[in-house]
């Protein structure tokens, strides 16, 4: 059994004192580090394969955000995405597909919560999960939580709708979406904290069998 513990690192400028805040996933399959740049200023770098970056303060307003990962010690562009940053929220951009191939940012926000909100969320032994799936020959995934399917036929590119889990330890799996009993991989254990938001993300490729799945935190 692996077991994975939840990524969700924090850097500044301080995200806690800030309006919002923002962070990168690297989930680009054969690639190496990441890079991020807002509005041609580069606030991330060496992102590693199936790592985030940490949160990152910033102020409420539109910015332009430039991905490159590295391909063989190559620096290949993502292009840009223009991205609207509301005030009170946390972003999370999943960079996914493969070097020299049509890549995307998916990205993903929730509210940021007052201290008194985070006290309650905390209290109430719940958290909410939602699920990406950005593995390679995965069009279609049904993901299991303690052998049973929570989240059916994400499509590759494509995020379920978050649900809510008790705070716990689950064993998670995935497998081709439909009646398919062959798993793409092992049980992985993820456990969940009281009163957090996370992105359960698929990565990977099946044809090279080394699927992945882990969590981090909105």
Known sequence: M?????????QGPNPDSSPSAFQVV????????????VDGKQI??????????????????RYDIAVTVDAENVPVPFGTTPIAVDAQRHYTAIAFGVPL????????????????????????????VRVFNAAQGADKVDVLVNSIVAFKNVPYGGTSDA????????????????????????????????????VVVIMGSVADSDIQIKAYEE
């Open 44 to 61: 991330f770098g060496k992102v590693g394969y199936g790592d985030d970056s940490g949160l990152y303060g910033v102020q409420p307003g």
């Open 26 to 37: 690297n989930a680009v399959g054969d690639s190496g580090d990441l890079a991020a740049s």
């Open 163 to 198: 649900i809510p889990l008790a705070s716990l330890p689950y064993e998670w799996n995935v497998k081709p979406a439909g009646d398919s009993d062959d798993d793409y991989i092992n049980p992985v254990t993820i456990d969940l904290k009281s009163g957090h938001h996370y």
């Open 2 to 10: 692996a077991a994975f513990a939840v990524s969700g690192c924090r």
């Open 101 to 128: 191939a049509p890549n995307r940012l998916a990205i993903f926000s929730v509210p940021k919560p007052t201290d008194q909100e985070r006290k309650v969320a905390e209290a109430s032994g719940k958290s909410t």
